[in-house]
């Protein structure tokens, strides 16, 4: 898993609510088993029409949020199946953070564990965001991780995050790395109790 320290960004707005797992990465997409690729099929329903020419008034579209890092959602975002399918076609798209009011549980659970950061913001601050991106797209936003800080524009946001989850993302383990580091401790303990 790639660390994640801090990041300095675009932004992309996506100000719909409700947002399920099956709006991230539709279904038809689901036949692969790795992680590449699966980017091309990121709101793949909303960013093209059936014959696959690009929707304009899709914020993906819009030249203005070409190459953004940080996407922002509205509330209840992946929510639906627990598909871990979503995150990995948010991480291929190139999108490192997501920032929203509301997360579903298994979506926010499956998408630290791959190494895409949710950062929750009180609708107030959220809706802030939307008006300063949409207002300003080439604004930058900085996402600092180990502050727990997003700051944007002369303003700070905090965000709370598991201690066990940050520690993983700041030094880039998995859930079996993580396990893995802990060997010599392990053993140390065995030996003294075994």
């Known amino acids: 898993m790639n660390k994640f320290v801090t990041l300095t960004a675009t932004a992309l707005p996506l100000r719909a609510e409700n947002v399920d797992t099956d709006q991230i ?30 929707r304009p008034e899709f914020p993906m579209n819009q030249p203005q949020y070409a190459g953004a890092q940080i996407l922002l959602a509205g509330r209840n975002f992946g929510c639906g199946s627990s598909r871990e399918h ?29 190494g895409l ?3 929750t913001l009180a609708p107030d601050e959220l ?8 207002s300003a797209p080439d604004t930058a936003l900085t996402v600092d991780l180990p502050a727990q800080s997003l700051h944007a524009a002369g303003r700070d946001y905090t965000f709370d995050i598991d ?3 940050k520690l993983c993302l700041v030094e880039g ?22």
């Not at 993580?178 to 075994?194: C, K, M, N, V, W």
Request: proline share 5%; hydrophobic share 45%; glycine share 8%.
């Open 25 to 54: 990465i539709p279904a038809r997409y689901l036949t692969t088993v790795t992680r590449s690729g699966l980017g091309a099929g990121l709101f793949a329903d909303w960013r093209v029409t059936t014959d696959g020419a690009p």
């Open 86 to 114: 979503a995150p990995w076609a948010i991480l291929d798209a190139g999108l490192r953070v997501v920032v929203s009011s509301h997360f579903a549980d298994i979506f926010y659970n499956n998408s630290l564990k791959n």
């Open 117 to 119: 950061l949710l950062v």
């Open 127 to 134: 809706g802030d965001l939307f008006d300063l991106v949409e």
């Open 163 to 165: 201690p066990y989850r």
């Open 173 to 194: 383990l998995d859930d079996l790395s993580y396990l893995l580091r802990q060997a010599p401790a392990i053993r140390a303990f065995e030996t003294q109790h075994g």
